[in-house]
């Protein structure tokens, strides 16, 4: 079993950045591709980053490219999304969620999730 909390969220104006950081339980963590997704009011929950367990491969969504970054630190069982240059659209519930597959951007792939923290971003 894997838990997962997410932390960092928060208020921040168009342009600004934040850090999301996720924290996982569990002997497996270290075995597990992470995924960040996001879900604003009235839309479905869409993917956001994703990495593979040991970190070496990385996948944005294109609505994330250049932007953010996801990294993870296995020895801390953590896994961060960095955001730049935020905008009114990047306002949304953020989730972490894990999943022993290959790095993939589909939902239904992942078997954990956190319960997610708020991002607002101001215009």
């Known amino acids: 079993q894997v838990q997962l909390v997410e932390s960092g969220g928060g208020l921040v104006q168009a342009g600004g950045s934040l850090r999301l950081s996720c924290a996982g339980s569990?002997?497996?963590?270290?075995?597990?591709?992470m995924g960040w997704f996001r879900q604003a009011p009235g839309k479905e929950r869409e993917f956001v980053a994703a990495?593979?367990?040991?970190?070496?491969?990385?996948y944005y969504a294109d609505s994330g490219k250049g932007r953010f970054t996801i990294s993870r630190d296995n020895a801390k069982n953590t896994v961060d999304l960095q955001m730049n240059s935020l905008n009114a659209e990047d306002t949304a519930v953020y989730y972490c969620?894990?999943?022993?597959?290959?790095?993939?951007?589909?939902?239904?792939?992942?078997?954990?999730w956190g319960q997610g923290t708020q991002v607002t971003v101001s215009s």
């Open positions: 569990g002997r497996t963590f270290s075995r597990l591709a």
């Open positions: 969620a894990a999943t022993p597959q290959w790095v993939t951007a589909s939902r239904g792939d992942y078997d954990y």
């Open positions: 990495i593979r367990w040991s970190g070496g491969i990385t």
